[in-house]
């Protein structure tokens, strides 16, 4: 079945640091790939997402580009701040077929930012 | 613009009670609705999803059910809870079709005691 890898965590940074928190995924077809953020007590929110090869969401300061060749997902962002220290998660949805309504999402990556 | 309403916030039950949280979305029409358990530590899991009124798909055998009532609202129950019930549940909509991004909740802590 389809399946996400998302890096173990936490990741530690400082503010203003150059973040990468990689994905790569296993699945048939094209599926949708998307980047979720959850603050501490709260729900996930869309961070960005990719429908196709080659397209790059973006959201944020936040990019990830949709790699068919190499199944991947990677999450970057220039600089840091405080504020986005969250727990990412990686995910990804076929586009069509039965398994089409179930989000398959990697185990999440917490990220930590000191000022 | 859509928005989705989730309650009670937090919720702290004793073993072998009923539970009912409720979800409604706004803004939107003939949304796809998902429930989601995330156990600390771990990644979510996906419980119920309904692709319209009465409609309900399950993907984890347990003693949670879920109802839907109205087009934009959404009902996660059980009889009796189980202390393995302890989670943060959330609940998501999306377009109607399949492979549409999902839009979350704030999610209910729930803890059985």
């Known amino acids: 079945g389809d399946s996400v890898t998302q890096m173990e965590g936490p990741v530690t940074l400082s503010e203003e640091a150059f973040l990468t928190i990689n994905c790569t995924y296993t699945a048939t077809g094209y599926p949708s790939l998307f980047w979720y953020v959850q603050y501490p007590g709260e729900g996930l929110q869309l961070l960005l997402k990719a429908t196709k090869a080659d397209d790059k969401g973006s959201n944020k300061g936040f990019e990830a580009t949709y790699r068919k060749e190499t199944t991947s997902f990677h999450l970057e962002k220039g600089s840091v701040q405080v504020s986005d220290s969250a727990v990412y998660f990686c995910a990804l949805i076929p586009s069509s077929g039965a398994g089409s309504y179930q989000l398959t999402f990697g185990k999440g990556t917490k990220l930590s930012v000191i000022p | 613009s859509q928005t989705i309403h989730q309650w009670p916030a937090t919720l702290v039950q004793p073993v072998g009670s009923p539970l009912s949280l409720e979800c409604t979305v706004e803004?939107?029409?003939?949304?796809?609705l998902y429930w989601y358990r995330q156990a600390a530590g771990r990644g979510l899991q996906l419980l119920f999803y309904?692709?319209?009124?009465?409609?309900i798909s399950s993907e984890v055998p347990q003693n949670l059910s879920a109802s839907r009532p109205q087009d934009r609202q959404f009902i996660l129950s059980s009889k009796k809870l189980l202390l393995s019930d302890s989670g943060f549940y959330l609940c998501?909509?999306?377009?109607?079709?399949?492979?549409?991004?999902?839009?979350f909740g704030d999610g209910t802590r729930l803890s059985i005691l």
């Open positions: 803004g939107t029409s003939n949304p796809n």
């Open positions: 309904s692709v319209g009124i009465g409609q």
């Open positions: 998501a909509w999306s377009g109607s079709g399949g492979g549409q991004p999902q839009h």
